[in-house]
């Protein structure tokens, strides 16, 4: 049997979607109040310049992949209007129950789906825009999620994979400091959960840098990639555009 990565652990690539769930089973109910906390409010300002840089106009279709809470999709569904149209999907039940609820509350109904990005529900030439944000590293096979996304767009549409990253060399070891030793402790406090926090902190070394994402998302078919490093490359947004 093949193994794969869960933060720093080997464990079978059969089983690997099963711990991701029970990692965000356990933080569903604090996760937008630890986001806020762990980020210092950096998050809204990540999640905005995506939404700018995505520039969805009125009447497109947009996918939402591992949109958790809702905070894209939100966005979003103010810009398409009522001509077009947001799906909001995740793996996880916890988490899209949790955004479901918060969308709904804002008075906004999006089609809402449990779906497994490396096995998308759709047909291909569909979407206008792709949006994943944290949701990439904890895929099993980032090959296989990025060729779907890519399958699902319509030739010219735009991937957007907002992620952790590599940051730069000066920011290492405050930021280590920080991931390893400050994060589990405030997740402990917050969600009752050190151990997911942990994982957060070892899936994002894991997780490939800039440069070796943007070559993955070229050998899965994406004729233009670029990405845009922020806060240091704490995180990165890549942008793919399907030719």
Known sequence: MSTTHFGFKSVDESEKARHVRGVFDSVASRYDVMNDLMSMGLHRLWKAYTVTVANVQEGQRVLDIAGGTGDLALAFAGKVGKTG????????????????????????????????????????????????????????????????????????????????????????????????????????????????????????RMHPGQAELKALMKQTGFGHVDYHNLTGGVVALHVGIKC
């Open 85 to 204: 149209c947001v799906v909001h999907t995740d793996i996880n039940e916890a988490m899209l129950r949790t955004g479901r609820d918060r969308l709904l509350d804002a008075g906004i109904v999006l089609p809402t789906l449990v779906c497994d990005a490396e096995r998308l529900p759709f047909p291909g030439d569909h979407f206008d825009v792709v949006t994943v944000a944290f949701g990439l590293r904890n895929m099993t096979h980032k090959d296989l999620a990025l060729s779907e996304m890519r399958r699902v767009l319509k030739p010219g549409g735009k991937l957007l994979v907002l992620e952790f990253s590599k940051v730069a060399q000066p920011l290492e070891k405050a930021y280590d400091w920080y991931s390893f030793k400050i994060l589990p402790r405030l997740g402990k406090l917050v969600a009752g959960d050190d151990a997911s926090y942990r994982y957060l902190a070892e899936s994002i």
